[in-house]
Structure formats: C-alpha cells, structure tokens
C-alpha cells in the first residue's frame, strides 16, 4: 500500500487502513523534506496526511482502535481479561491489529533481507 496522497485517503477510513498505517507514520511525511511545510520549526503542511492519521483517532473507528490496543497491552502486562470482559468489536479489532502487525512484521523482515543481499549504499555504485 502506498502512502495516500491529496485527495486519496479514504472516508471513512477503515481500521485495518488506520492500523497500517499507524505503524507506518515515518513513510507518511518527513516535515523538514515537505517542498509544502512551513519553514519555520518542521512543521506539517495542511495537506499532511499525519494530519488526517491523527485526526482519525478522534473517530469511532479510532476510539476502537485504542481500546483495542489497551486491551492487548492489558493482557500483554498480565492482567487477567476474560473473554466475556471484552466486546465483541473489540476482540475484533485486536484480531485486526494482529493480521496487520503480523504483515507489516513480514514486510520488514523482506525487506531487510533484501537489504543484506543488496548491500551498504556504497557497494552499488
């Protein structure tokens, strides 16, 4: 998936879209690089897409989103939560938030064997 540009970010965002990319926000917008951010102390453009990423967490489907990740650092800590404790849009956002992590964790680990094939920057030259 490719970072949204102007115009492309969904409405409303899915949770599986808001996870993905929240695990991602590097690879949305490097303010100091931004041709559009105001010079003055790195900061977003208007058009930033963290802006909209960040906005998102204010939603219902955010609102999820966290409560989702409260309750896997929850049980992550050990604290006891019995399945009955848990509704079930939450039990199933923290199944999302596992597919997602699980791919994203996927993604990295190609891409970094990639990388060691490849080589430092400097040997390609």
Known sequence: MQAPVVGEWPEPPSLSYLVHWALRREQFCAPGLCPDAPEEKHERCDHCPLNRLDAAQ???????LR??????SALAMGIRIGLD?????EFFAMQVVEQVRDAHDRERIRQQSFDAIRGP???RQ
């Open 85 to 89: 404790e848990i509704d079930a849009d």
């Open 67 to 72: 409560r989702a990740l409260h309750l896997r």
């Open 121 to 123: 920057a400097w040997c």
């Open 58 to 64: 204010l939603t219902d489907t955010g609102q999820l």
